[in-house]
């Protein structure tokens, strides 16, 4: 299992993530467009690309994911927990935040709810 920046090179590898997860609005073009204006790594097994998590971050008070997937047949074998943790050895003193509906995964990895959020449009 490697952790490592995502490259301009994954670009189809995430694309079939994301369109395996039906995320039909994550093009081609739009995940090039999201390697240069956020941060993203990528987790690979095997050197196969099999999960990202996409954040923004100040690198001194707040990282704030916006998306974490892993491909549906490599789930429930700690990939996005190693992300995490990589996120939090990467960024020790920040707080991380995010939005989600898996509550159970963040909980077992010690997050605590917050509250509700609120977004427009």
Not at 4 to 14: C, K, Q, S
Not at 64 to 84: F, N
Not at 92 to 106: A, D, K
Request: no cysteine; net charge neutral.
């Amino acid at each position: 299992m490697q952790i490592r920046n995502a490259i301009d090179l994954d670009v189809d590898a995430l694309y079939k993530i994301t369109q395996a997860e039906g995320w039909h609005t994550f093009t081609k073009e739009l995940l090039s467009k999201l390697l240069m204006t956020s941060k993203i790594i990528v987790i690979e097994d095997n050197q196969e690309l099999v999960g990202y998590t996409r954040f923004l971050t100040d690198e001194s008070l707040t990282l704030y994911i916006t998306e974490i997937i892993v491909a549906k047949e490599y789930r429930s074998q700690g990939y996005g927990e190693s992300m995490i943790k990589h996120l939090q050895e990467t960024f020790p003193t920040v707080r991380i935040e995010l939005l989600s509906h898996n509550n159970q995964f963040y909980k077992k990895l010690s997050f605590r709810n917050i509250g509700s959020g609120f977004r427009l449009p």
